[in-house]
């Protein structure tokens, strides 16, 4: 149970402060986002899905990967839009 606590925190944190940035656009929620994308590549282990590009053998994009993507994505979007 512990292994998936941390990864499933940052996924809701990554999901509310994209909210955020969406709801009430600022610098603040941006970079926060952008912090929070960045930790969920190092956190997402456990909750990854199909792998759909293979870098190594060891390492590759899987599907979860893709939301930092997205929420970078977002992040710019906020971060025009206070400017």
Same mark, same amino acid.
């Given at each position: 149970?512990? !292994?998936?606590?941390? $990864?499933?925190?940052?996924?809701?944190?990554?999901?509310?402060?994209?909210? &955020?940035?969406?709801?009430? $656009? +600022?610098?603040?929620?941006?970079?926060?986002?952008?912090?929070?994308?960045?930790? &969920?590549?190092?956190?997402?282990?456990?909750?990854?899905?199909?792998?759909?590009?293979?870098?190594?053998?060891?390492?590759?994009?899987?599907? +979860? !990967?893709?939301? +930092?993507?997205?929420?970078?994505?977002?992040?710019?979007?906020? &971060?025009?839009?206070?400017?």
């Amino acid at each position: 149970m512990t !292994d998936v606590l941390y $990864p499933v925190l940052a996924l809701n944190l990554l999901v509310v402060v994209g909210a &955020w940035c969406l709801a009430r $656009p +600022s610098r603040t929620a941006a970079g926060c986002l952008v912090a929070l994308a960045v930790t &969920w590549v190092f956190v997402n282990g456990p909750l990854e899905g199909h792998i759909l590009w293979t870098l190594t053998p060891e390492h590759g994009v899987t599907v +979860s !990967d893709l939301l +930092s993507v997205a929420a970078v994505a977002v992040a710019v979007r906020t &971060w025009r839009a206070t400017t």
